[in-house]
């Protein structure tokens, strides 16, 4: 349905009239009229004043359809549609992968087809966070660097196509796990206590970046930020008469004596449907709770009465000099030949 934002502009509808009516009259000029006795006579065969009569009643009903779409305009008419929930509780929830050279390797496998380590991530953190209706969501990419490639918001899309275009090496081939908690900190240490997550996805050890991961969550601690680790990467298993571990370099200790010291708790992920089921874990330990409020999604239409009036405008200057024209036409006409004319 359509409604008026400000529906006290109507009030200026008659201000036309009061100018008509209040302000004295703008005085007569009379220099240099012609006077001809038989003026009435001419008007009422209808010679005169009938074409600038119509002239008129044009320009009138142009200037009141003008003035009536800019007060419609000024009144703020806007669609509104329907009522969309929106949960009143969520969570500040940053979102932390490592895109390190070892994201690489394809010890994990989908549809039992071996896949690399950073494509199972994306794929099973679209899901959640697809899921997290009412969180303002935040996504830091880190490496050999660490930065914010989505600050927190409500638009959950725009974090998951940025997820989805990141790559491996981005920022280099090393792991910075303490430059990463240090910069999550620094986004969500000024949101309320009780909502600041981050849930951290890497698959080594701390090897490069400012600060080592063990102070960085110190410094989380004390800023009440939780921080749920996930370690990625398959278990050691046979190729020929060797064992192969591809997780050889995952510090599950510090992984999780952060996650102890910060009130979090710490996941392995071997396979895809693991990671899947520590997202559901976290989801579950992290709910979207509150009854929801409704908000009504609005659209303004002003720009339409608005840009009417201009076309009008335009329509209004032309009516106006058209008589002018007509005047400077006829007076560059040749005077009529009165040789001949009776005395």
């Known amino acids: 349905m359509i409604q008026f934002q400000w529906l006290w502009a109507a009030a200026l509808l008659p201000l036309p009239l009061l100018v008509r009516f209040l302000m004295p009259a703008a005085p007569k000029r009379r220099a240099g009229a012609l006077r001809l006795p038989f003026f009435h006579e001419i008007a009422g065969a209808g010679l005169v004043s009938e074409g600038g009569r119509r002239r008129r009643l044009v320009r009138l009903a142009l200037l009141s359809v003008i003035w009536l779409l800019l007060v419609g305009a000024a009144m703020r008419p806007a669609y509104v549609g329907k009522p969309v929930p929106i949960p009143v509780e969520g969570r500040d929830l940053m979102l932390a992968v490592d895109l390190s050279g070892s994201m690489s390797r394809q010890d994990l496998s989908y549809d039992n087809v071996p896949v690399d380590r950073l494509t199972i991530i994306k794929g099973v953190a679209d899901d959640f966070i697809a899921k997290r209706k009412g969180d303002r969501i935040g996504l830091i990419l880190f490496s050999t660097r ?50 600041r997550v981050l849930v951290l996805l890497t698959d080594g050890a701390n090897n490069s970046g400012m600060l080592s991961p063990i102070p960085a969550a110190e410094i989380a601690k004390a800023n009440d930020v939780k921080i749920y680790t996930i370690g990625v990467g398959a278990d050691a298993f046979a190729v020929g008469q060797r064992m192969v571990n591809p997780s050889f370099d995952l510090d599950e200790g510090a992984l999780e004596q952060i996650a102890q010291m910060t009130g979090g708790r710490y996941f392995r992920a071997r396979d895809a449907a693991g990671l899947a089921a520590i997202y559901n874990d976290i989801d579950r330990m992290e709910p979207v709770s509150g009854e929801p409020l409704y908000l009504s999604p609005t659209v303004s239409l002003f720009q339409w009465p608005l840009g009417a009036a201009l076309v009008l405008s335009f329509l ?28």
């Open 146 to 195: 660490a930065y914010v490639q989505a600050p927190l918001t409500f638009d959950r899309n725009v974090v998951r196509d940025l997820l989805r275009t990141s790559s491996i090496g981005m920022t280099g081939q090393e792991t910075a796990i303490g430059d990463a908690i240090a910069l999550a900190v620094k986004t969500l240490r000024t949101r309320p206590q009780e909502q």
């Open 316 to 343: 209004l200057g032309l009516v106006w000099l058209w008589p002018a024209r007509s005047r400077k036409v006829q007076a560059e006409a040749p005077a009529p030949n009165l040789e001949g004319a009776a005395p």
